[in-house]
């Protein structure tokens, strides 16, 4: 692996060649940003519907969850429909605003980015006490551990798998956007650091989900590049940038990057407008794969809405993709072709589905009427 020295050489170099472009802001599509409200409101609806029904068959601060919870206060955004906000607040109020038992652990305190997100609207400090107390424990830990997984329990201290770059630095990065103590987000940008170094091929401008795929191959020879783990990475990645301030020493080296995997990402991007489960093995896999998809249309929107993409090359990546996601949206709002909680690529059908997926599309859409509106 190249040092993390010579990666970010090259992602300053990327920015430096590639600008910010101006975006052209009158996107031609055959929706609506109400349309695509509309969508959004059917899918919030269905998930929200189908924990009433069934319950929750996890703990409530569980990672799956906090996925799903994050495109439900999207949903409240877009629509202005208080009932989205209020589930969360119950949520919260049952967790008495608290993260999950292995407290160091980035999957338990993902919920973390959720509290302050509903902070950031009610101003009520109970709402992130226990998060931030929590933070501050992370950020005088040392971090010094190597991120391999002979290392015991890692993933309970370190963020040793590419998950966890959706998990962690949101809820970090966002806590420092409220609170206006930038030690949270300087902390997550030296994990970050610390995990690209580790666990990302510049060659390839993709992350390997850990250690343990260094070495694996997919039937056709090529690496294992896993679609939904580089889509947390990259939704983790907008979701940092949103509240990073623009003289963070950090930012033009995320930015640099940022492009690097949207070039890599839009040029894997399959003829039916989805990304597979193995990006560079879609073959193997030949159905869409719709958490992946919402994942990258989320990110890739998020640049064209904030000038760091350009619209001639993206928008006809987001809208062939936002077409495929909406065609695996059923009738009653169930979102299919979700792959199950796994580690790797792995086959979906149409009703295959999981908490995250609707959280990924919902942000996705959240996005797209951003643009639209435009």
Not at 126 to 143: K, S
Not at 235 to 240: A, D, N
Not at 276 to 297: I, K, M, Q, V
Request: net charge neutral.
């Amino acid at each position: 692996m190249k040092s993390i020295a010579t990666f970010f050489s090259a992602c300053l170099a990327i920015v430096a060649l590639t600008g910010c472009a101006t975006v052209e802001r009158t996107p031609s599509a055959a929706y609506t940003a109400a349309e695509v409200t509309r969508t959004m409101r059917k899918v919030a609806d269905w998930q929200i519907a189908s924990w009433e029904k069934d319950g929750f068959k996890k703990p409530k601060y569980n990672w799956t969850y906090c996925a799903a919870y994050t495109g439900i206060f999207e949903a409240g955004r877009v629509s202005g429909d208080e009932k989205y906000f209020q589930f969360l607040r119950r949520i919260g109020d049952e967790l008495g605003w608290k993260t999950g038992t292995r407290r160091h652990f980035a999957d338990d305190y993902c919920i973390g980015q959720v509290y302050t997100l509903m902070y950031g609207r009610y101003k009520e400090a109970r709402m992130i006490a226990p998060w931030r107390a929590l933070a501050d424990e992370i950020v005088a830990l040392p971090h010094t551990e190597s991120l391999s997984l002979a290392t015991k329990d890692i993933m309970e201290r370190e963020w040793a798998w590419c998950d966890a770059l959706f998990m962690g630095p949101p809820s970090l990065a966002y806590l420092s956007d409220v609170t206006g103590e930038r030690k949270y987000l300087d902390k997550a940008m030296r994990l970050w650091a610390k995990t690209t170094a580790f666990l990302y091929s510049p060659e390839n401008s993709l992350y390997f989900r850990d250690e343990s795929y260094f070495s694996q191959r997919e039937r056709n020879g090529a690496q294992v590049f896993w679609s939904r783990g580089n889509g947390w990475v990259m939704g983790g990645l907008v979701r940092v940038l949103s509240v990073m301030p623009a003289d963070h020493p950090e930012r033009l080296r995320l930015i640099g990057q940022y492009r690097a995997m949207a070039k890599k990402i839009a040029a894997l991007q399959t003829a039916d407008g989805s990304w597979h489960a193995s990006l560079l093995d879609p073959d193997s896999y030949p159905s869409r794969e719709t958490s992946g998809t919402a994942f990258y249309t989320y990110a890739i929107l998020w640049g064209l809405n904030n000038q760091v993409l350009e619209h001639d090359t993206y928008w006809p990546v987001v809208d062939r993709a936002w077409r495929v996601l909406t065609d695996s949206v059923q009738s009653d709002g169930k979102l299919g072709y979700v792959q199950p909680v796994g580690a790797a690529p792995a086959k979906v059908d149409r009703d295959s589905t999981e908490t995250y997926g609707p959280g990924a599309f919902l942000l996705a859409g959240g996005q797209l009427v951003n643009y639209l509106n435009k």
